[in-house]
């Protein structure tokens, strides 16, 4: 049996299957000290492994813990014994948890609408420019009009600022990509990492997309931020089958 133990951890509001279950933790409820408090989740930012490990202890396990490297790799949940490079995973075994950590990146969970396979992918604007979702769609094997997603907390479009790089990367892959940035006095842009995650999945066929309203950087009490605190915590999105 699948439990959570963190009362500050809330639940994705999309229309999944009952037998999917998903989760988002804040940066509330842990056992971190600062600078990552306190309920961090990556065991990789300089953190004390033994809070870490407590901390994971309070969510749903067999959790697939990745190496996230800002890829394009996906792994199947159920195959992931220890971390493994990967930035996202699938799964159509029962009570195996596919998650993702993220602290401004965009973590993406999926399910289909029968509820037969889940996914969760952390798309950074590396990923996500180089095509993470697009993979993630294509190991979960079923038709993209079937697939619904939830865009989890981000970096929202006020605070997303980029150089003239990422936008070119974005917009050589897809010209209505010049929507999401908007110009700045001081030669930047302003990116809306969620709209361009829905132009992706719109252009893969899924129109069922939820979620995409918060903001990391914003949101100094509830989420980590590595734009804004540059030594923090990571959050995590998980996504799991019940039997």
């Given at each position: 049996m ?20 998903s ?17 961090n989740l990556?065991?990789?930012v300089?953190?004390?492994i ?14 697939a ?5 800002h ?16 930035d ?9 948890v596919?998650?993702v950590?993220?602290?401004?990146c ?9 509820g037969s396979?889940v ?10 420019c ?10 979960m094997?079923v ?8 865009l989890?907390?981000?970096i ?5 600022e980029?150089?003239?790089?990422v936008?070119d990367?974005?917009?050589?892959h ?11 006095s001081?030669?930047?842009w ?5 709209l ?9 066929g ?7 309203k918060?903001?990391?950087?914003s ?10 605190d ?6 995590a ?7």
């Amino acid at each position: 049996m699948i439990s959570v133990n963190n009362t500050h951890c809330f639940t994705p509001d999309w229309p999944a299957p009952a037998n999917v279950k998903s989760l988002q933790t804040t940066r509330l409820g842990g056992v971190s000290a600062a600078p990552y408090t306190s309920f961090n989740l990556g065991d990789h930012v300089g953190d004390d492994i033994n809070a870490v490990v407590a901390n994971r202890q309070q969510l749903p396990s067999p959790a697939a813990w990745l190496k996230q490297t800002h890829s394009t790799i996906v792994v199947d949940a159920a195959t992931v014994n220890a971390p493994i490079e990967a930035d996202a995973s699938f799964s159509r075994t029962a009570n195996v948890v596919s998650v993702v950590m993220t602290a401004d990146c965009l973590p993406v969970l999926f399910c289909d609408q029968q509820g037969s396979v889940v996914a969760a992918a952390h798309a950074g604007w590396r990923g996500l420019c180089d095509g993470v979702l697009e993979a993630t769609v294509k190991a979960m094997n079923v038709k993209a009009e079937h697939i619904m997603a939830w865009l989890g907390p981000a970096i929202g479009p006020q605070a997303f600022e980029v150089g003239d790089d990422v936008r070119d990367e974005f917009i050589r892959h897809d010209a209505a990509a010049t929507a999401a940035f908007a110009a700045q006095s001081n030669g930047k842009w302003l990116g809306d990492i969620y709209l361009l995650a829905r132009q992706r999945l719109n252009q893969l066929g899924i129109t069922a997309i939820y979620g995409g309203k918060e903001c990391t950087f914003s949101d100094s009490e509830r989420y980590f931020s590595y734009r804004r605190d540059g030594v923090t915590g990571r959050m995590a999105s998980l996504i799991w089958l019940t039997s």
